[in-house]
């Protein structure tokens, strides 16, 4: 199983990046968890977004519809999910109803520096979700507060939130199965 795994911030020393490493190095065998970079994205465009769209865009696409899910870690801007996220999402949302996102199976978490975890910002992007019509994974919920004390070296390293981790991703290869044999 391919998962695509996107970081809602382009910090080097990102929580949430980190987090996605983790999940990569401790993905179960068959799962194969890639880290894509969505910085090099242009703003989006609707004038520029024709015959697929510029090159980068077209990759970005093509990795989105040859992964059988994503998933994504995000922070939290000013309460809800950062500009450089959404407009990935944005991208890849077209055509609408019909594009690499339809049916998709997503996972979704988010990391932030408040306890609140960046708990708004997940919610905002399952309703976002819901407009690409991709089959958001919705239990359990992980929102991992505090993370600068989670996370040591680029590394999850609390126990708690690694068994968080993992039992979100365990279902979620479940859910994901399930579907692909239907
Ligand atoms: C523009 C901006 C807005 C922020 N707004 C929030 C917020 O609304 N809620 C929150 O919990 N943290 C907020 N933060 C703090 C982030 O939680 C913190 O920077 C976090 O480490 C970002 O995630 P990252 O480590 O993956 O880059 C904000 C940070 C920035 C830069």
Do not use: C
């Amino acid at each position: 199983m391919k998962i695509m795994a996107i970081s809602g911030s382009l910090r080097d020393s990102s929580f949430n990046t980190a987090i996605l490493r983790t999940m990569a190095e401790r993905a179960p065998e068959g799962v194969e968890i890639t880290l894509t970079d969505i910085s090099a994205l242009p703003f989006y465009n609707e004038d520029a977004d024709v015959d697929g769209g510029p090159s980068v865009v077209q990759s970005f696409k093509a990795d989105i519809a040859a992964a059988d899910a994503l998933l994504i870690a995000t922070p939290e801007y000013n309460y809800s999910v950062p500009g450089v996220l959404k407009n990935a999402i944005d991208w890849a949302s077209r055509p609408g109803y019909k594009s690499v996102l339809k049916d998709k199976h997503v996972a979704l978490l988010s990391a932030s520096m408040a306890g609140t975890g960046g708990v708004r910002a997940q919610q905002h992007l399952k309703n976002v979700f819901m407009a690409t019509l991709s089959r958001v994974y919705t239990a359990p919920e992980v929102v991992v507060g505090r993370a600068q004390d989670m996370v040591e070296d680029g590394r999850v390293t609390d126990a708690t939130t690694l068994k968080f981790l993992d039992r979100l991703l365990t279902g979620f290869v479940a859910e994901v199965t399930a579907g692909k044999s239907v």
